[in-house]
């Protein structure tokens, strides 16, 4: 479970910065918001897909801190990553 948590982590912060970085930019200094469209559902599905995937450990991997702390992660650009690492020292597990 770490394992597909911790991709589907790395997956939304990347998309979330390509987002940022690429997409917008084209669509607001080149006028084309094709872009924008695709990555921002791509973002969203992954973002509700990594909300799941950490309720769906509560309790059985983590403690209920792990999902407020990967939430805010989530919602903070860049956060995904520092929150892996955080799950994966094992800070969150359900002794």
């Not at 479970?1 to 997409?23: C, D, H, N, P, R």
């Not at 939430?71 to 892996?84: C, E, I, K, R, S």
Request: hydrophobic share 55%; aromatic share 14%.
């Amino acid at each position: 479970m770490k394992q597909l948590v911790s991709i589907v982590s790395y997956l939304e912060g990347f998309s979330a910065l390509f987002l940022f970085a690429v997409a917008m930019p084209v669509k607001y200094i080149g006028g084309d918001p094709e872009l924008v469209s695709l990555v921002g559902a791509i973002h969203g599905g992954l973002f509700v897909l990594f909300i799941a995937l950490l309720l769906a450990g509560v309790g059985k991997h983590w403690n209920r801190l792990a999902f407020y702390h990967g939430f805010v992660a989530a919602v903070v650009p860049a956060g995904p990553f520092l929150f892996d690492g955080m799950l994966i020292s094992g800070e969150y597990d359900v002794d």
